[in-house]
């Protein structure tokens, strides 16, 4: 049977070359209903839609919120990355939403009450003190000479991160020596100490944020109410000590007022003046409050708030009155931060090695707090799993060393003193030893004073020994006598081996001077004996530490 249109039925559709072809959704639209009240729905749906309300935070949100603020602005620098939810009030109606915003903390701006943040996920940043594996730099124009001259130029410079500076030929890794795997078990109860140009916070300050810290890892979950608790304690303490003393109500008259002999008011061409008596000018609230916020930065950490807090059932007047009086007071002051100096020492002591096995990024944390104390601070120290070297090209080998590269050889370049401690240290049996470089997160560091101010040697030499209970870690400094640092590092010495006698086996200075059979010996003046220490501890010039060595040292040829 045929149709009339069986030519045509087959064909394709007809698309126009000139015209896009419309979407059924929109041939649909030609047939929708015909809207009369345009927006009608709209507002329907803005009238359907609900806000929420502002929370109102009591006191104790408030402290909460205050200390988790304090947390972030302490850790800036690192750019914490933090989840921050705050209220959004609505532009169309009363209410609003709370908006939940992740991002990086940039900084916090404590009088327009603004946390700036950065919320680029694909940005990098790379921490001042943060260690990158290597650092390469090709200089294709550069000839070899110019090259060894920018090297020894980084070599020599302080103001670069201590790291090997070498070319491509120098610079090796050393991996631990598989034949001393016991030593470095052993080392578990050795300590260094690290000291760096961080700037320094008072005692009060790193005592809070130490037992924060602890805290927020797990650490010890007890240690920042326990702080918090004993620093308020001794806040009360010294107000009661003034108020015993008589003197507090002069102090507090003091603060709430002052006293004018006479008031002037000038009026036009006239003057009038009142003086029959003494006339007292009485501070206003507001006054007293901005005192009390002064005297809160002070203290550091919200302790001001929190004294205020505990005694929350008072006047508050007299709560701020008193921590006012007691920022003002040099003997209060100085005996609440001796007392945090002393805590801090003791809950890190009692910590550090649970720190020790957190991740690095949190240990870092902690180092950060140890350098910013003003007094040097011992840490456990470790050997990592391998080190960058630079072997230069008048590099000897040397035996049983604590790292070696994949052939099992090390090599160095050595001056002839140390050469000849290391032989002679060898000769005399010594299982292995270490070259304790200088500036390297790794390295053995022993902190010594100049002229007040905290630095830090790197004896040259670590050498272990064996004895009937393990392995003995013994320091050695052979130094050159006509330095002029020579007798403060004796006496950095002879105060390193005064705290630590008991896990250090020898800890000496070494010189090189003609014996009486006219050839030259080493003469080694060792710290861990009690007589010689208590004699360099007292020092001040390098010709009394001549003396000692004269009267006290020996060799061990």
């Known amino acids: 049977m045929t149709n009339p249109y069986d030519d045509i039925i087959n064909l394709p559709h007809h698309q126009s070359l000139t015209r896009p072809h419309m979407s059924a959704y929109d041939r649909a639209a030609q047939f929708s209903p015909f809207a009369a009240l345009t927006g009608y729905e709209d507002a329907v749906a803005e009238t359907a839609r609900l806000t929420g309300k502002k929370v109102e935070l009591d006191e104790y949100g408030k402290s909460d919120l205050n200390e988790r603020l304090n947390i972030i602005q302490d850790t800036l620098d690192e750019q914490p990355k933090v989840s921050i939810t705050y209220f959004l009030p609505d532009k169309k109606k009363s209410g609003g939403e709370y908006v939940t915003v992740s991002g990086c903390v940039k900084k916090i701006d404590e009088y327009e009450h603004i946390v700036v943040m950065i919320r680029t996920p694909l940005a990098r940043r790379i921490a001042a003190d ?56 052993s080392m578990g109860d050795l300590v260094t100490y690290r000291i760096d140009s ?273 392995y003995v870690f013994d320091i050695l400094e052979p130094h050159d006598q006509t330095r002029k640092d020579n007798y403060p590092k004796a006496v950095g010495l002879a105060k390193f081996a005064e705290k630590h006698w008991d896990i250090y086996g020898r800890i000496q200075l070494i010189r090189q001077q003609r014996g009486p059979d006219g050839r030259d010996h080493f003469y080694r003046l060792d710290m861990s004996q009690t007589a010689v220490r208590n004699k360099v501890r007292g020092i001040t010039s390098n010709e009394e530490l001549d003396r000692i060595f004269e009267s006290d040292a020996f060799r061990e040829d």
């Open 198 to 470: 961080s700037r320094k916070q008072p005692a009060l300050r790193l005592l809070i944020q130490l037992s924060r810290a602890l805290t927020m890892d797990g650490v010890d979950l007890d240690a920042q109410r326990t702080v918090k608790n004993a620093v308020l304690s001794k806040m009360d303490a010294e107000i009661a000590r003034i108020q015993e003393s008589g003197d507090f109500d002069s102090r507090k008259a003091a603060i709430t007022g002052f006293p004018l002999g006479t008031l002037t008011f000038d009026y036009g061409d006239n003057a009038l003046s009142f003086d029959e008596e003494t006339q007292t000018m009485t501070l206003s609230e507001f006054d007293i409050s901005r005192h009390f916020e002064q005297a809160g930065k002070q203290f550091g950490e919200g302790l001001h708030k929190e004294y205020w807090i505990r005694h929350s059932t008072r006047d508050h007047i007299d709560v701020k009155i008193e921590v006012i009086v007691l920022t003002n007071d040099t003997e209060a002051m100085e005996t609440i931060n001796a007392y945090a100096q002393q805590e801090f020492l003791s809950l890190y002591e009692n910590n550090k090695r649970a720190i020790a096995r957190l991740s690095e990024a949190r240990k870092t944390i902690y180092e950060r707090l140890i350098n910013s104390s003003a007094q040097p601070i011992a840490v456990p120290w470790s050997l990592p799993d391998s080190i960058d070297f630079s072997v230069s090209d008048d590099s000897t080998t040397f035996e049983q060393h604590l790292y070696c590269a994949d052939d099992g050889t090390f090599k160095t370049a050595l001056n002839p003193w140390e050469s000849g401690v290391v032989t002679e240290e060898l000769k005399n049996g010594a299982v292995c030893w270490l070259r304790n470089l200088d500036r390297k997160n790794w390295s053995l560091e022993v902190p010594y004073e100049v002229s007040g101010v905290a630095t830090s040697m790197f004896p040259d030499l670590v050498i272990i020994r064996a004895d009937a209970q393990g």
């Open 130 to 185: 943060a260690e990158l594996n290597s650092v390469s730099l090709f200089l294709p124009y550069f000839d070899e000479g110019t090259v060894k001259n920018v090297v020894n130029a980084l070599r020599d410079s302080e103001a670069v991160m201590p790291t090997e500076t070498g070319t491509s030929k120098e610079l090796v890794t050393l991996g631990r020596n598989l034949e001393y795997s016991d030593v470095f078990d």
